[in-house]
T-cell receptor, first 112, second 120 residues
């Protein structure tokens, strides 16, 4: 299985600020994915991050709010910008290994 | 558009009972993949199984088994002799088969999850 780590594991932030979440994979992968899981809800894909190109955002998510970087084949960051309480969620990154998609442990974000 | 339905929001069973979690999917693709994940209270997502649309054989792994039926677009998950450690939220997910440069890098569409509680 792929080993995926995320930093920070949790954070409490004030509204209006931004938080950058880091995701590290233990081997090179072509694509990485960022998901959001709002409290008590399922997972929703935010965007797909391909190394060397702009991230592809799903409907309802925009780059100004969730800028993503993908500087190399093992690392990606997601920034949650200008946060509001509605952004309180778990943010998870994932990557595929031999067709099996693995997830990081998630970042629990609380916005006050 | 793809869709995954997990009609059972919550299930509670007494330890050692068998329990089946239902998953119904919709897709227009002829090639696709189905997944099950476990999310224990700690929050991490644990990969359980991936199935491609051309393989309808049932799968068994220890106390876990999966029944894939294309005729009813279902991919149900059964836990035999349940244990307290099985208590978690279980998600079924679907992805279309990637093509070309996207092969093996498919994004997932998740169901809403089933919260399973095993009562000691």
């Amino acid at each position: 299985s792929a080993v995926i780590s995320q930093k920070p594991s949790r954070d409490i932030c004030q509204r209006g600020t931004s938080l950058t979440i880091q995701c590290q994979v233990d081997s090179q992968v072509t694509m990485m994915f960022w998901y959001r899981q709002q409290p008590g809800q399922s997972l929703t894909l935010i965007a797909t991050a391909n190394q060397g190109s702009e991230a592809t955002y799903e409907s309802g998510f925009v780059i100004d709010k969730f800028p993503i970087s993908r500087p190399n084949l093992t690392f990606s960051t997601l920034t949650v910008s200008n946060m509001s309480p509605e952004d309180s969620s778990i943010y998870l990154c994932s990557a595929n290994r031999v067709g099996e998609q693995y997830f990081g442990p998630g970042t629990r974000l609380t916005v006050t | 558009a793809q869709k995954v339905t997990q009609a059972q929001t919550e299930i509670s069973v007494v330890e050692k009972e068998d329990v089946t979690l239902d998953c119904v999917y919709e897709t227009r693709d002829t090639t696709y993949y189905l997944f099950w994940y476990k999310q224990p209270p700690s929050g991490e997502l644990v990969f359980l199984i991936r199935r491609n649309s051309f393989d309808e054989q049932n799968e068994i792994s220890g106390r876990y088994s999966w029944n894939f039926q294309k005729s009813t677009s279902s991919f149900n998950f059964t836990i035999t002799a349940s244990q307290v450690v099985d208590s978690a939220v279980y998600f079924c997910a679907l992805s279309e088969a990637g093509r070309g440069s996207n092969f093996g890098n498919e994004k997932l569409t998740f169901g809403t999850g089933t919260r399973l509680t095993i009562i000691p």
